[in-house]
Structures are given as structure tokens and as C-alpha cells.
């Protein structure tokens, strides 16, 4: 079995390290699959899903990859990250990086958006006295071989304080086997990357 026991225990060591019970993080084989299936989990097909214009190139992939709408929206004058006094009540999910490891506080504005939190670059920043990753409705986080830890070269983790959440991508992530014909996808991360991902050494 190529996924097993030490995806398992980098998942629960990551929700350790964050803040949250064990079943709170799901692992994947990158961080462009952990925004994807974040984007497919949030419902975002034919929604306007928005971004900012200055990041990593996988999330206007993966919005096009989700049938969704892309909105680009202008960084901070002062900031690398996301301006998110841009974001009118024409988005229905906003992606939100936080680029160079500059974390930022987002607050919910005009209605309540879906948020993905894009910690791929921000793995260990904190926002007030909590870990980055917890703000929205998902935080996702890359391994990719430049990032804060890597898994190998590849990998990616989901994180969401809702559990139940979280189990259904882990069963959409066991794709072979099923007794169901429910259509799912090997977007799954090896013993092998887990072993190397570790954040306590
Ligand atoms: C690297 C990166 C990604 C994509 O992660 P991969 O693991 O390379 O697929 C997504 N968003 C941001 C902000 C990144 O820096």
C-alpha cells in the first residue's frame, strides 16, 4: 500500500502543530490538488471565484480546471498579499494567499464568501497567536521542493476545523475499490513523501 500509516501520522501532526484535533487535515499530492479539491468541495463550478493577480500560477489553473469564474483582484499597495477591500459581493469564494510568509487578518466582507486560506508559502506564520491556515473555510499548504518543509518534491495538505469535511475528501481521495459508483481521483500522497515531510525533527 503505497498510502498509509505515515500520510495518517504527517496528517495528525500537522493538525497538532496548527492547533486542531486529530481528522482535521487530509494529504494530497500537491498543493495545486489541495486547492482543487478545496475549490470542488466548496461547490465552485460556474461560481466567480476570486484571487490575486500576483501568485502562484496554479490557482488560475486550478479555477479553470474547476469550471469556475476567475476574478483577479490587485494586490495591497503595500503588501505583496491580496487586497482584500477589492473583493465586492460579485465573489462567491476568494482564494487567499499569504505570499513571502506574510501572513494576513482576513475578515469577511459585504456577505459571507468561501475562503481558502493559501498557506503554501506561510507554513508556521501566525496571525495574532494562531497558526495561518485557520481563517477560512480551508487552509491549504504545499511540500513542493521551495517550500518551508518539503515531502520529498511533491505533496500538499487540506485543513478545515470542520472533521466532516475533511472525511468526505479523504473518501473521494480513495478512489480504488469502492463497492459505489461514485466518481473520484488518485490525488493521493505516499508513505514514502509522508516520511520525509515531518515538521518535528
Ligand atoms: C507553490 C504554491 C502553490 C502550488 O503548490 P504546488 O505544491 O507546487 O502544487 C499554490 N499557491 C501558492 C501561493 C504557492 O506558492
Known amino acids: ?26 494529504a494530497v499530492s500537491s498543493g495545486t ?9 466548496l461547490g465552485a463550478k460556474d461560481k466567480n471565484v476570486a484571487f490575486p493577480t500576483y501568485t502562484c500560477s496554479a490557482l488560475r489553473n486550478i479555477t479553470t480546471f474547476a469550471s469556475a469564474n476567475s476574478l483577479l483582484v490587485d494586490s495591497q499597495i503595500s503588501s ?5 477591500e477589492l473583493i465586492d459581493k460579485n465573489v462567491d469564494i476568494a482564494i487567499v494567499p499569504n505570499m513571502f510568509g506574510i501572513p ?3 475578515n469577511r466582507i459585504n456577505k459571507p464568501i468561501k475562503i481558502i486560506e493559501d498557506c503554501a508559502q506561510s507554513l508556521g506564520a501566525k496571525v495574532k497567536s494562531s497558526n495561518v491556515g485557520l481563517q477560512g473555510d480551508i487552509g491549504v499548504f504545499s511540500f513542493y521542493a521551495t517550500k518551508l518543509i518539503t ?4 505533496g500538499g495538505m487540506i485543513v478545515s476545523k470542520d472533521s466532516s469535511l475533511i472525511q468526505e475528501i479523504k473518501d473521494y481521495r480513495l478512489f480504488d475499490r ?10 493521493q500522497m505516499t508513505d514514502l513523501q509522508a516520511a520525509i515531510g515531518p515538521i518535528y525533527c
Do not use: H, T
Request: hydrophobic share 45%.
Open 80 to 84: 505583496p498579499n491580496i487586497d482584500l
Open 1 to 26: 500500500m503505497a498510502q498509509g500509516k505515515a500520510v495518517e501520522a504527517f496528517e495528525e501532526e500537522l493538525c497538532d502543530f496548527l492547533g486542531l484535533p486529530n481528522g482535521c487535515a487530509v
Open 178 to 187: 469502492r463497492n459505489d459508483s461514485k466518481i473520484r481521483f488518485n490525488f
Open 151 to 154: 515531502s520529498g518534491g511533491q
Open 104 to 106: 494576513q487578518i482576513i
Open 33 to 41: 490538488a489541495a486547492l482543487y479539491i478545496s475549490l470542488l468541495f
